[in-house]
């Protein structure tokens, strides 16, 4: 697997930086092919430190945007197409399996992470991309505990399932899939007849709905993985996403960013946009 990280690294001080030094440094160690895109190499002498860490493991591969521009503190517009420009060239020139990057908070999307370098990444990259929000809440000994896999009963929403299956293998966590039914609203005036199907028109998409998850978490316990389901039923998928999350208790949300339902014509590119920007847990979108 190969990984690569949109961040803050030294000589850059501050937390972040050193965060995202001791992580790569570790997933190198562990084997895994490690890059980071990084303009440490462009920031004002007040906000650098003294750089005398180790030559980083074989695995790992730091890549600093060109300095070739006044300089100013990291997150300056100008390094924005810089960053940018270099992610998505070492993306296809090592064939990466997954892109990360942070945001500065919780509960909510920085101007940084979703309105330049982030936003325009997940919107142009072809490799699945990651968001990870703000600092490990306190209390928190394992990052990862139970993955939120959400469906629309398309095939294209299942594209985000090998990635789920492979993070619960080898973190030995569970997996919850969830797929929302659509609310049907019968009118007022309708007479008993319309009324009566469409409320048998809800009653099927409830039953169809879970008859999909069921079919998903029978095949994915059959690996070995601990798996569990929900269906609920509402309006706004992205909005019940969201709702189901923070009720499981999930660590991580992997989704597609694109698929639709042959029923409740959820489009999940628009649902995906709303979870990224609304959402408060880490995120992967598989396109």
Not at 74 to 87: E, F, I, N
Not at 105 to 113: E, Q
Not at 199 to 209: C, L, T, V
Not at 265 to 278: D, F, H, I, M
């Amino acid at each position: 697997m190969r990984i690569l990280f949109i961040s803050k690294y030294p000589p850059i001080q501050g937390g972040i930086s050193a965060k995202t030094y001791w992580l790569a440094q570790g997933l190198a160690e562990r084997g895994i092919e490690t890059h980071v895109v990084t303009n440490g190499n462009c920031v004002e002498s007040e906000y650098r430190i003294d750089d005398t860490s180790p030559d980083p493991h074989p695995n790992l591969h730091i890549h600093f945007v060109d300095p070739d521009l006044p300089w100013h503190i990291p997150y300056s517009d100008l390094y924005v197409p810089r960053l940018l420009d270099k992610a998505l060239q070492v993306s296809r020139e090592n064939e990466i399996d997954l892109i990360a990057i942070s945001t500065h908070g919780r509960g909510g999307i920085s101007r940084w992470a979703l309105g330049s370098v982030a936003d325009k990444v997940f919107r142009t990259c072809g490799s699945p991309a990651m968001l990870v929000r703000g600092e490990l809440p306190e209390g928190k000994k394992k990052l990862i505990s139970r993955i939120l896999v959400p469906l629309d009963g398309s095939e294209a929403s299942t594209l985000a399932l090998p990635y789920a299956e492979e993070l619960a293998l080898k973190l030995k966590v569970s997996v919850t899939i969830f797929q929302m039914a659509q609310r049907v609203h019968p009118f007022v005036a309708m007479d008993a007849q319309v009324t009566a199907d469409f409320i048998k028109m809800g009653s099927a998409e409830r039953k169809w709905a879970r008859g999909n998850v069921l079919k998903t978490e029978k095949e994915l316990r059959a690996k070995g993985i601990p798996v569990t389901h929900k269906v609920v039923v509402g309006e706004d998928a992205a909005t019940a996403i969201i709702e189901t999350s923070k009720e499981v208790g999930a660590d991580l949300i992997v989704m597609s960013t694109r698929g639709q339902s042959p029923i409740t014509s959820w489009v999940l590119g628009s649902t995906a946009e709303k979870v990224l920007r609304q959402g408060d847990v880490p995120i992967i979108l598989v396109r």
